[in-house]
T-cell receptor, first 114, second 117 residues
Framework: EAGVTQFPSHSVIEKGQTVTLRCDPI?????LYWYRRVMGKEIKFLLH????????ESGMPNNRFLAERTGGTYSTLKVQPAELEDSGVYFC????????????FGAGTRLSVL | AQTVTQSQPEMSVQEAETVTLSCTYD???????LFWYKQPPSRQMILVIR????KQQNATENRFSVNFQKAAKSFSLKISDSQLGDAAMYFC??????????????WGLGTSLAVNP
């Protein structure tokens, strides 16, 4: 069974550009989460999808971030326009069930904004 | 709001020895989940062990065990017979009870563990 996969593994862009990160959850997992780790700080929750619906987006930093999960399968996280403080590692996780308590993670996408 | 604290940014251990990573947390909830995840360099984060707060017995997974002290709000991870493959960043995480929609994980800063041959 394939795990959570994230693309790309590393992205380097200039300030003001747009970047789209992708996450493919484990097949059959309805729950999909995005987290971010900025260097030197804790991993922070960004948002949670249940199927295609945003269940909780309380962690999204601002309106430059847009997350989608069309059809309840893969998800994309777009940053437009990117700022220097957006640099970090973006993790995606998925889980199964209503009362699940195990989230399975991808390897993350390292975003460097120059 | 809940918080998780890992006070050891870096640790090292000799191969075959035992090491304990510390984690404390703060919460007003009586039931919750605690996790240890590990992330080897450039690889995906994987679950090492989890503990349900209502269970008094400490969780164990092979060479990994926890010392869960609910009153002290402490959740340390012990790695026995350390192996080179244990070298990784270890994260402690908290999650609210299963009921409701608040399923996000709250994380500590992480502890980077080096295993010396």
């Amino acid at each position: 069974e394939a795990g959570v996969t994230q693309f790309p593994s590393h992205s380097v862009i200039e300030k003001g550009q747009t970047v789209t990160l992708r996450c493919d959850p484990i097949s059959g997992h309805d729950n999909l989460y995005w987290y971010r780790r900025v260097m030197g700080k804790e991993i922070k929750f960004l948002l949670h999808f249940v199927k295609e619906s945003k269940q909780d987006e309380s962690g999204m930093p601002n309106n430059r971030f847009l997350a989608e999960r069309t059809g309840g399968t893969y998800s994309t996280l777009k940053v437009q326009p990117a700022e220097l403080e957006d640099s970090g590692v973006y993790f995606c996780a998925s889980s199964q069930g209503t009362y699940e308590n195990i989230q399975y993670f991808g390897a993350g996408t390292r975003l460097s904004v120059l | 709001a809940q918080t998780v604290t890992q006070s050891q940014p870096e640790m090292s251990v000799q191969e075959a020895e035992t090491v304990t990573l510390s984690c404390t947390y703060d919460t007003s909830e009586s039931d919750y989940y605690l996790f240890w995840y590990k992330q080897p360099p450039s690889r995906q984060m994987i679950l090492v062990i989890r503990q349900e707060a209502y269970k008094q017995q400490n969780a164990t997974e092979n060479r990994f065990s926890v010392n869960f002290q609910k009153a002290a709000k402490s959740f340390s991870l012990k790695i026995s017979d350390s192996q080179l493959g244990d070298a990784a960043m270890y994260f402690c995480a908290y999650r609210s009870p299963r009921a409701g929609n608040n399923r996000k994980l709250i994380w500590g800063l992480g502890t980077s563990l080096a295993v010396n041959p």
